[in-house]
């Protein structure tokens, strides 16, 4: 059974910083790209951050480029992604997804990020 478990999320002032991480079971991950999304109230979920299958290729949406970093380590079986200079408008439930050609693919149940002072 595949299960992707996201933590780390909270309420943090602006400025401030948090680390998600994913945990992830019941598949080889070392072949699986991993991303991390989010989904604000009211909006649709939006790609933040990309990472490929041995780490050798990151990608960011433009709005958290600087302030986000996407990192993982197969061995762990985990993916993280650190977050730093948080706005108010980074307040979302961050998603894990794995994905592995268009039929494995892999979502976790997300964790709250809130930004506030």
């Known amino acids: 059974q595949v299960q992707l478990v996201e933590s780390g999320g909270g309420l943090v002032q602006p400025g401030g910083s948090l680390r998600l991480t994913c945990a992830v079971s019941?598949?080889?991950?070392?072949?699986?790209?991993m991303t991390w999304h989010r989904q604000a109230p009211g909006k649709e979920r939006e790609l933040v951050a990309f990472i490929s299958t041995v780490g050798s290729s990151t990608n960011y949406a433009d709005s958290v480029k600087g302030r986000f970093t996407i990192s993982r380590d197969n061995l762990k079986r985990t993916v993280y992604l650190q977050m730093n200079s948080l706005k108010p408008e980074d307040t979302a439930v961050y998603y894990c997804?794995?994905?592995?050609?268009?039929?494995?693919?892999?979502w976790g149940q997300g964790t709250q990020v809130t930004v506030s002072a």
């Open positions: 997804n794995a994905r592995f050609l268009a039929q494995y693919n892999y």
């Open positions: 019941g598949l080889t991950l070392g072949i699986y790209n």
